[in-house]
């Protein structure tokens, strides 16, 4: 037998070598999502991983758990007698390999909790709302003895938070992602520089429209509400005056709100800086009064006007094209007492620890003709799925528990 195991050691090598020289990150996803199914095939439920979340590595010096790996990994169409071979020759390796490897848990960390759910769904639309129910049921767990700044959610890509940022918000949970701090997409910013761009071009009617309807800005300050303003411009757009540009038509209609809201700026747009202008329209419209919580984004949104101008962008049309090409990834910095759920992909996560984690999706490929697995699905009724699976995962501090 020794052409096998030099055989399977080779294997073994390219396997290891391969997956650290390609991605590391896709083989410790493969590893760890095969490892986590073996487990629950040869007994070992994630409850009793409290002692010590690395007991899987000593239990791969064990023979069940070391067959029951390679048959994961092994080709499904692997022929039975060469994987009956390989299983009793590469289950000694990996024994070898893996004795006394096992990593003690710190004294302060002994108390650390580690729990895995399955959850099934014959489409993926079924799966993401099981998996929402559950993170849901888990966040206001964890918040009934913690606060919100404790717990982090990791998803795989910024579609997926997202998603689950929506689910959070949904429930009325405060949500810190990625993007919450882009100065682009706050809403106090962007009906800022609709404004600059109202003022750089009158006739540019989509940045007239976004000041004018701006929930944050000005409707809260004019006698009109969101309705009456959108039935004012449903019926321009079927009346003589179409064509007409939207500003002028709304300083026909509503010549005591134009007065008094946007004239000033209208006069001021060519004699102030960006940066005075800004000020100007902060001061009259009481933003700094209104919203002192936002007020982070505004501070920010004029330093970049300021350092802008620095660099001579002095003027409207100039600034707004600094901003456009450079401003989009600008963000305000967080603040250090901000208590929120995080959500961030597990890409920005690493090198950085919190007390609660939260993954909810960890896809993995089913394989229901595996000699190993055999009817370890789970289901009640003992069907297995075809399809990839989901799992939500939770790792969480010493002072409590998932149920």
């Known amino acids: 037998m020794d052409f096998l195991t030099d055989w399977l050691t080779d294997w073994l090598k390219e396997l290891l070598i391969g997956g650290i020289m390609g991605n590391l990150e896709g083989l410790f996803d493969y590893v760890n999502t095969q490892v986590g199914e073996i487990a629950v095939q040869v007994g070992t439920t994630p409850a009793a991983w409290n002692a010590g979340v690395f007991s899987l590595i000593r239990q791969l010096s064990e023979t069940a758990t070391a067959k029951a790996v390679l048959s994961a990994m092994l080709p499904k169409d692997t022929p039975p007698a060469l994987l009956a071979a390989v299983l009793e020759e590469g289950a000694q390796l990996l024994k070898e390999g893996f004795a006394g490897s096992e990593q003690d848990v710190a004294p302060d960390k002994a108390e650390g909790f580690l729990r895995l759910q399955r959850v099934y769904g014959d489409k993926s639309e079924d799966l993401d709302e099981e998996v929402r129910e559950r993170l849901l049921e888990c966040v206001h767990e964890v918040v009934s003895r913690r606060p919100w700044g404790d717990v982090t959610v990791l998803v795989r890509s910024n579609g997926k938070a997202a998603q689950v940022a929506g689910w959070l918000m949904e429930e009325g949970i405060p949500v810190v992602t990625d993007n919450s701090f882009l100065l682009a997409e706050h809403p106090l910013v962007e009906q800022i520089t609709a404004l600059l761009t109202f003022l750089d071009s009158p006739r540019n009617d989509l940045a007239f429209w976004t000041f004018l309807s701006g929930r944050q800005m000005l409707l809260p300050l004019i006698p009109l509400s969101e309705q009456a303003l959108e039935d004012w411009a449903a019926a321009r757009r079927t009346s003589e005056r179409r064509n007409m540009p939207l500003f002028m038509a709304f300083r026909e209609d509503f010549p005591d709100i134009w007065r008094k809201w946007i004239a000033p700026f209208h006069a001021d747009a060519g004699l102030l800086t960006p ?51 450079h401003g989009q990834q600008e963000k305000a910095p967080m603040p250090e007492t901000l208590d929120a759920v995080r959500v961030m992909t597990m890409h920005k996560s690493k090198g950085l620890q919190f007390p609660v984690v939260i993954v909810p999706w960890h896809n993995f490929s089913q394989r229901v003709d595996s000699p190993a697995r055999g009817d370890a699905c789970g289901r009640p009724d003992g069907t297995c799925p075809t399809r990839p699976g989901l799992r939500l995962r939770t790792l969480q501090g010493h002072r409590g528990q998932c149920p």
């Open 275 to 325: 940066y005075d202008l800004t000020r100007e329209a902060l001061g009259r419209l009481d933003i700094w009064g209104r919203y002192p919580a936002e007020a982070a984004f505004v501070r920010r949104f004029l330093e970049i006007i300021h350092v802008a101008e620095g660099q001579g962008y002095g003027s409207l049309s100039s600034f707004l094209d600094y901003w456009n090409k």
